[in-house]
């Protein structure tokens, strides 16, 4: 590899990571634009000051305003902070921190002169009130997050392709064509993200951590701006082709997230701030450019998972229509 090479592969990735990073300053940029805006229209409206000028104003048709989607990203983006961050989070951390550290202590006062039996009674108390509290409350609450938040995901995503994206048409797909494309992009992110797992089992822990980090980040690149790509009417593998040929790129992208989401062991945690911080990324998706980061070099990172998916769908899919033709024949003869 020529020096040249290393610096391209060097600076796309710091693009990448600088345009991910320009989502935390996303709110406060579409709040001054709406606020300038404003001023603006205010002093167009000063600016009719005879009553001739007023009167010719209101005899001009009246034009409907086309209604901002800064308003709605914003709201949505603030929306899912509360439900993850305010309610998941800060129900999880009053139980650990309030909840069983007082349970401790009543447990330490009843039972204090009797260290054996107060240990094991503590001992089977927590594990009790940790499940119950998982099984009653987050696992319900993590799930109802979830689906709440795929749901703000893509309208956040659909303003934001309106917002930056104003002329151009989102390309539209037949419900058959619209199905068969999901699954496949579910079926081929699935088992990248199964590859990342044996990635991760590899018997050296530094080079596995390396190897989880560098699939979360390409994934999580891939997932925010596959909203704009299928916006834009991008197949599945279109869209894996220009990960891989732009590797460097993603992978700076979707690193801060990757990073975000890898710092504690605990899976309602990380799933909590991926949700808080992913809306970010997918406004960032819709606002970066990252056509001029091409790679030195193509990295078929996606090929294994996208075989397996070409394989295990099209068996799918060919069961799929044995059956719709079976129960045609069926209805037929009857």
Same mark, same amino acid.
């Given at each position: 590899?020529?020096?040249?090479?290393?610096?391209? !592969?060097?600076?796309?990735?710091?693009?990448?990571?600088?345009?991910?990073?320009?989502?935390?300053?996303?709110?406060?940029?579409?709040?001054?634009?709406?606020?300038?805006?404003?001023?603006?229209?205010?002093?167009?409206?000063?600016?009719?000051?005879?009553?001739?000028?007023?009167?010719?104003?209101?005899?001009?048709?009246?034009?409907?305003?086309?209604?901002?989607?800064?308003?709605?990203?914003?709201?949505?983006?603030?929306?899912?902070?509360?439900?993850?961050?305010?309610?998941?989070?800060?129900?999880?951390?009053?139980?650990?921190?309030?909840?069983?550290?007082?349970?401790?202590?009543?447990?330490?006062?009843?039972?204090?002169?009797?260290?054996?039996?107060?240990?094991?009674?503590?001992?089977?108390?927590?594990?009790?009130?940790?499940?119950?509290?998982? /099984?009653?409350?987050?696992?319900?609450?993590?799930?109802?997050?979830?689906?709440?938040?795929?749901?703000?995901?893509?309208?956040?995503?659909?303003?934001?392709?309106?917002?930056?994206?104003?002329?151009?048409?989102?390309?539209?797909?037949?419900?058959?064509?619209?199905?068969?494309?999901?699954?496949?992009?579910?079926?081929?992110?699935?088992?990248?993200?199964?590859?990342?797992?044996?990635?991760?089992? !590899?018997?050296?822990?530094?080079?596995?951590?390396?190897?989880?980090?560098?699939?979360?980040?390409? !994934?999580?690149?891939?997932?925010?701006?596959?909203?704009?790509?299928?916006?834009?009417?991008?197949?599945?593998?279109?869209?894996?082709?220009?990960?891989?040929?732009?590797?460097?790129?993603?992978?700076?992208?979707?690193?801060?997230?990757?990073?975000?989401?890898?710092?504690?062991?605990?899976?309602?945690?990380?799933?909590?701030?991926?949700?808080?911080?992913?809306?970010?990324?997918?406004?960032?998706?819709?606002?970066?450019?990252?056509?001029?980061?091409?790679?030195?070099?193509?990295?078929?990172?996606?090929?294994?998972?996208?075989?397996?998916?070409?394989?295990?769908?099209?068996?799918?899919?060919?069961?799929?229509?044995?059956?719709?033709?079976?129960?045609?024949?069926?209805? /037929?003869?009857?």
């Amino acid at each position: 590899m020529s020096t040249n090479d290393l610096l391209q !592969l060097t600076r796309s990735f710091v693009y990448g990571v600088r345009d991910a990073l320009s989502g935390f300053t996303i709110i406060h940029r579409l709040k001054s634009q709406d606020t300038q805006n404003a001023l603006e229209g205010e002093k167009t409206t000063l600016a009719v000051v005879t009553e001739l000028q007023r009167r010719r104003v209101e005899r001009l048709p009246v034009r409907p305003e086309k209604k901002s989607e800064r308003p709605k990203i914003r709201r949505r983006i603030l929306q899912c902070c509360l439900l993850n961050g305010g309610v998941f989070l800060a129900s999880i951390f009053a139980f650990e921190h309030l909840i069983l550290p007082v349970l401790e202590q009543l447990t330490l006062v009843v039972l204090g002169h009797k260290e054996a039996m107060r240990v094991v009674v503590w001992s089977w108390v927590s594990f009790l009130m940790s499940a119950v509290f998982k /099984v009653l409350w987050i696992l319900p609450l993590f799930v109802l997050s979830r689906v709440v938040s795929f749901t703000w995901f893509q309208d956040i995503a659909d303003a934001a392709y309106n917002r930056f994206h104003p002329r151009t048409i989102s390309a539209k797909m037949s419900p058959g064509m619209f199905i068969a494309d999901v699954l496949f992009s579910l079926l081929v992110q699935t088992l990248f993200l199964c590859q990342a797992q044996l990635a991760s089992a !590899l018997p050296i822990p530094a080079v596995a951590q390396i190897l989880f980090i560098f699939h979360l980040s390409l !994934l999580n690149a891939f997932y925010a701006f596959e909203y704009k790509w299928f916006n834009l009417g991008w197949e599945v593998n279109k869209r894996v082709s220009y990960v891989e040929a732009r590797w460097p790129y993603f992978l700076g992208f979707g690193l801060p997230l990757a990073l975000a989401t890898s710092y504690t062991e605990s899976y309602w945690i990380n799933g909590c701030i991926f949700s808080v911080l992913f809306p970010l990324l997918i406004v960032c998706a819709n606002e970066a450019s990252p056509n001029e980061h091409s790679a030195p070099f193509y990295f078929p990172v996606f090929t294994l998972v996208v075989s397996i998916s070409n394989v295990l769908f099209s068996r799918g899919t060919s069961k799929g229509q044995k059956i719709l033709s079976k129960a045609s024949r069926e209805e /037929v003869n009857r």
